[in-house]
């Protein structure tokens, strides 16, 4: 090899180190950014003006993979946090209401035994006062959080618009970009985050078309984006939760009635089954105790010729209950106490024992016994009695009432650890899956600071033979004069 062809090895050698270098040194930089891929400087053969061009570090199956773990976890967390404030709204891990049913339970069967004491009657009626604020408290409660829930929805679908609008602008950088031969590093790094965050709202699948270009559906073949992303609308109800939607192309998310499998499809569908099941299901229960309550403390006139009257417990469609034999929505959020057993505002207790809150037709203990206690045994066996809940509420459908309570808060206290432990099953594998990944794809510092010495080395080995070129092209210049 001549000399001059030595020092153009070495100088381009010192060339392509830089270059490599620069590489090594954008790594490093960028070393604690989740969302940055590795760069390898690798030799373009394709471009003979470049001795080398950058690629990204690879793993497209385990990026599909870590993708569609990303959205079962995200839902799945977004589902056991909405149900631990669900429960924790509703008391049911304290066993609020099922309590408060049973303390009425007793006051009643202390009554029942001794229906001359005056002062348990007013004990009943007080129990009855704790039991109905607290269900209408509830069913307020519930409301405010299908209100809180309808916003989030909302935002989730503005979020996946603006999602969609960001990965138009970056894909389009891609297709050009590709088509002049630029570097694509940073704007395929920026897509791929892009993709996580949508992914984490709703499952997306891609297709890899001609030039770096995307089309993006969901997991049930709507499309996201294809040229222009597509409109994404949330239609809102705030009168019924039930009725909530979310609009993809035109066309309505369809949410899986098993609340697993709905949180298993990202954040909007975790959010659409609590909206459309879980709550609706919930008020639905309230209103069941609500209803229960008032035909087990009715009043009937002893002819059986008028209507059937509520009794200690009434609504605003009140008194007439004769016509309530299944589900009456919204009857839990008026539920109160008669104020005809209200002493505060003129009522008696004596009316539990001897009737007649409806007037004189609906009197039972016409001759004013004091130890009288046939109605108030009554209402005691009524608690025991399965009653016709609505076959669509977790608790039913005959039951008793106590039962139907206790079901209530046990099956949504079960639901509540299921969504924990699926969140908790869906998080590690999340986090095996990203470790796996980042292991493969992103920036080890060890491994680019060992490459950065062995550059070093290649720099010193090239210039050391430029210096020892130059020397002895001096020494031949000089000694040819």
Avoid: C
């Amino acid at each position: 090899m001549s000399l001059t062809a030595a020092l153009m090895n070495a100088h381009a050698s010192i060339f392509d180190v830089s270059r490599r270098v620069s590489t090594v040194a954008s790594n490093i930089t960028h070393a604690d950014d989740p969302n940055y891929v590795r760069r390898i400087a690798v030799n373009n053969v394709a471009n003979s003006n470049n001795a080398y061009a950058t690629q990204r570090a690879a793993a497209p199956q385990m990026e599909l993979m870590r993708r569609e773990s990303m959205t079962s976890s995200s839902g799945a967390e977004l589902n056991a946090e909405k149900m631990e404030q669900l429960s924790r709204l509703l008391g049911n891990a304290e066993g609020t209401t099922s309590g408060l049913v049973k303390e009425l339970q007793s006051a009643m069967e202390l009554y029942a035994a001794s229906p001359a004491d005056t002062a348990l009657g007013e004990a009943v009626v007080g129990k009855a006062e704790q039991l109905t604020t607290t269900i209408r408290s509830n069913a307020q409660s519930l409301y405010g959080f299908a209100h809180v829930v309808g916003s989030e929805i909302k935002d989730e679908a503005g979020e996946l618009q603006q999602l969609l609008s960001d990965f138009a602008r970056v894909n389009k950088a891609v297709v050009s970009g590709q088509t002049i031969g630029q570097d694509l590093s940073d704007a395929l790094d920026e897509r791929s985050r892009i993709l996580n965050e949508m992914s984490a709202i709703v499952p997306v699948s891609q297709i890899d078309r001609e030039n770096g270009d995307m089309m993006l559906l969901t997991s049930n073949g709507v499309t996201l984006f294809d040229k222009v992303p597509r409109d994404v609308t949330a239609v809102i109800d705030p009168t019924d939760a039930s009725r909530n939607a979310v609009y993809i192309d035109g066309i309505a998310m369809r949410v899986p009635a098993d609340d697993e499998s709905a949180a298993a499809n990202g954040r909007l569908s975790a959010l659409l089954n609590m909206s459309q099941q879980t709550i609706p299901t919930a008020l639905r229960e309230l209103d069941e105790m609500a209803r229960s309550l008032i035909v087990t403390f009715g009043e009937s006139d002893a002819s059986a010729t008028l209507p059937d009257m509520a009794g200690l417990f009434t609504w605003n469609g009140g008194p007439d209950i004769s016509a309530i034999t299944s589900h009456v929505p919204g009857m839990a959020l008026s539920l109160s106490v008669n104020a005809a057993f209200v002493s505060s505002q003129g009522g008696s207790a004596a009316a539990l024992r001897d009737g007649g809150a409806n007037g004189a037709s609906y009197m039972v203990n016409t001759n004013g016994y004091s130890s009288y206690s046939t109605r108030l045994e009554a209402i005691v066996s009524a608690f025991d009695t399965p009653f016709a809940f609505d076959a669509s509420a977790a608790g039913g459908p005959t039951k008793s009432l106590m039962d139907f309570t206790l079901a209530t808060e046990a099956n949504m206290e079960t639901a509540r650890v299921a969504a924990a432990d699926t969140a908790e099953r869906a998080s590690a594998l999340t986090t095996s899956l990203t470790e796996r990944f980042s292991n493969t794809v992103n920036v080890n510092l060890d491994e680019e600071i060992a490459l950065l010495v062995d550059l070093q080395n290649s720099y010193e080995a090239s210039s050391r033979i430029i210096s020892v070129v130059d020397e002895m092209l001096a020494q031949l210049f000089q000694a040819t004069g």
